[in-house]
C-alpha cells in the first residue's frame, strides 16, 4: 500500500481528480474552516489544474466566505509527498504542507486570508475500504482515506482585518479517483459531548455501464470508540445497509457488521439558518457535480448488539456533512454560499 501521503496524480496517466484537505472547528465551536487543495487531470490533458480554497463557516451568523483561486501547474510540478508539499506558483495562491506545519495564503477580490499552524497529530489513519486492494483496482472509481483522524492546530488564522486564534481541533482527508460518485452523503466528526470518539462513513450510488445503470446505495462507516475501532466495511454488504434517507440535509442509515449495530442520524437545518457552501466538483470528462458541505450538522449514534442492548449513544453539533445530488444544477462560479436550496 503506497503510504497514505503519497500524491496520486504523479502516476496518472489518464484523467483523473484528487483532493487533499483539511477541516477544522474553534475550540468555542462558533467557527469552522475548510482548507482544500483540489487537483485535476482532464482526459487528453497534460496539464493539472490545481483549485486552492478557504472555506470559513461561521455558526453565529449562519454565513460562509470562500476565497479561491485556480492554477494551472505541469505534472512534475506537483510534490511526491502531500506531507513535504509547497503549491502554488504565484502570489494569489500558495500553501505549504508538512506533518507538523500548515502555512499558506489565499487572495481573490482584493481579500486575503492566510494561515500559519502548528500541527500535533493527536489521532490515527484510517482505510475505509476493507482490503488494501480495493485501493489499487480500476474499481471502486473513487478512492478515499483518512490521513489522520484527529489534529490538534495551534497558531493563527487571519482573514481580512479579523484574526482568530487557536486552537483548532480538526482532521485531514485525501481521495481520489476517475470520477465523483453518481450521488452520496458523506459525514465525518470527531468531537463529541462527553465523549472521546471518530466516526466516518458514506453513502453513495454509482453510475455504471456508462450512466445507463446506478447501484443501490452503497454504505462504509467505522465508529473509534475507547480505543477500538468498529468496521462496518464490507463491501458484501454494502449495498444490503438501510438507507432510510439522503437528501440535501439529512443522512440516515442503519449499518450491521457480525457483531453490532450502528443507528447513524445525521441532520442539518437548511441554509440561512445554518452555515452552508455549495462548491463545482469537476469530474476528468468534463462534467459538473454541485456539492453541498456545512460543519455544523447534528449527528446521533447509537452502537448497540444484534440482541439490542445498547452499548454507546453519541451526540455531536459539530459533524461534517456533505451532500453530493446530480439534480443540483451547476452555476457559473465555482463556489456559492447557500442562502437557499439549490
Known amino acids: 500500500m503506497r503510504k497514505a501521503s503519497a500524491v496520486m496524480m504523479r502516476a496518472c496517466r489518464g484523467g483523473l481528480y484528487e483532493s487533499y484537505y483539511f477541516r477544522a472547528t474553534s475550540r468555542d465551536g462558533r467557527h469552522a474552516f475548510w482548507l482544500k487543495h483540489n487537483l485535476l487531470r482532464r482526459q487528453g490533458e497534460t496539464g493539472v489544474q490545481l483549485d486552492l480554497a478557504f472555506i470559513l463557516f461561521d455558526r453565529q451568523t449562519a454565513r460562509t466566505q470562500v476565497l479561491h483561486q485556480r492554477q494551472t501547474l505541469p505534472l512534475n510540478a506537483l510534490p511526491k509527498d502531500w506531507q513535504q508539499a509547497r503549491l502554488g506558483n504565484d502570489d494569489t495562491a500558495r500553501s505549504q504542507i508538512s506533518a507538523t506545519r500548515l502555512h499558506g495564503s489565499v487572495t481573490e477580490d482584493d481579500q486575503v486570508v492566510s494561515w500559519d499552524w502548528d500541527c500535533q497529530a493527536q489521532g490515527q489513519t484510517l482505510y475505509h475500504f476493507p482490503a488494501q486492494i480495493w485501493y489499487h483496482t480500476p474499481w471502486p472509481k473513487k478512492k478515499l482515506l483518512t490521513v489522520q483522524s484527529r489534529l490538534l492546530l495551534q497558531g493563527h488564522l487571519r482573514l481580512g482585518d479579523t484574526v482568530l486564534p487557536g486552537p483548532w481541533i480538526g482532521m485531514n482527508g485525501h481521495n481520489w479517483g476517475r470520477e465523483h460518485a453518481h450521488r452520496y452523503a458523506y459525514a465525518n466528526c470527531n468531537e463529541f459531548a462527553g465523549d472521546e470518539a471518530y466516526f466516518d462513513g458514506l453513502s453513495a450510488h454509482l453510475a455504471l455501464a456508462g450512466g445507463h445503470l446506478i447501484t443501490p446505495p452503497l454504505s462504509l462507516a467505522c465508529l473509534q470508540l475507547a480505543g477500538r475501532w468498529h468496521r462496518f466495511d464490507s463491501l458484501l454488504r454494502a449495498p444490503r445497509q438501510h438507507v432510510s434517507r439522503l437528501d440535501d440535509e439529512h443522512w440516515h442509515v442503519d449499518l450491521v457488521n457480525h457483531e453490532h449495530r450502528l443507528r447513524v442520524r445525521v441532520d442539518a437545518a437548511p441554509p440561512g439558518i445554518c452555515a452552508w457552501v455549495g462548491l463545482h466538483y469537476e469530474h476528468p470528462d468534463g462534467r459538473l457535480s454541485v456539492v453541498r458541505n456545512t ?19 453519541l451526540h455531536s453539533d459539530r459533524c461534517e456533512l456533505e451532500t453530493l445530488l446530480p439534480e443540483h444544477v451547476a452555476g457559473t462560479s465555482y463556489h456559492a454560499e447557500l442562502s437557499m436550496p439549490l
Open 295 to 313: 460543519k455544523f450538522a447534528q449527528l446521533e449514534l447509537s452502537l448497540s448488539t444484534h440482541s439490542g442492548r445498547l452499548i454507546r449513544r
